[in-house]
């Protein structure tokens, strides 16, 4: 004879299978994530989309807002230190705009001044340097002269909060 088992069994392995399904499809989209350090790259870019909004996670860093949960593979795979931190901080400090959304932010990686209107995802983690800067109609020679200057010391700073919050030396970061 054939065991049944219990309904809520049953319901734990169709989470399972849903979540299992999912993960697959997400690791589809963009295998090379898979090479990726998960303390070293993920979690502090995962971090950062935190901080800044584009994600709302809770302190276990499960979704809060299912609206917020969608992240494309290729954006976690996005540098934090070459291409997110760079772009973030140049639009805070130079294209500051007033709006509405400013309520949307809510980390510490940005200036977060009155007013502050982040810039689009997409913009942010997949268009090349001079998408970014024609979409914001700002100078790309200086936004790359900004970028050469400032990222080690953007890497810097973000790599001594993640060791002062996990202890983790700096140089394996």
Not at 68 to 76: D, G, T
Request: with cysteine; net charge positive.
């Amino acid at each position: 004879s054939i065991i049944e088992k219990p309904p809520h069994q049953q319901q734990l392995d169709n989470t399972s299978m849903e979540a299992k399904s999912l993960l697959s499809r997400r690791l589809s989209e963009y295998p090379p994530v898979l090479t990726l350090s998960l303390e070293g790259n993920i979690q502090p870019t995962i971090d950062f989309f935190n901080k800044t909004g584009y994600l709302t996670l809770d302190e276990h860093g499960r979704s809060t807002s299912s609206s917020s949960s969608f992240l494309p593979a290729r954006y976690l795979a996005t540098s934090l230190y070459n291409r997110l931190l760079p772009r973030w901080h140049y639009v805070a400090t130079f294209l500051n705009t007033t709006t509405a959304q400013t309520s949307s932010i809510k980390g510490s990686h940005s200036n977060n001044q009155k007013g502050y209107l982040p810039p689009p995802l997409h913009i942010l983690a997949a268009a090349s340097d001079v998408h970014f800067c024609k979409h914001f109609n700002a100078s790309l020679d200086n936004f790359v002269s900004y970028k050469e200057k400032e990222a080690p010391n953007l890497k810097f700073r973000t790599q001594f909060s993640y060791w002062v919050k996990t202890g983790r030396p700096i140089d394996s970061l």
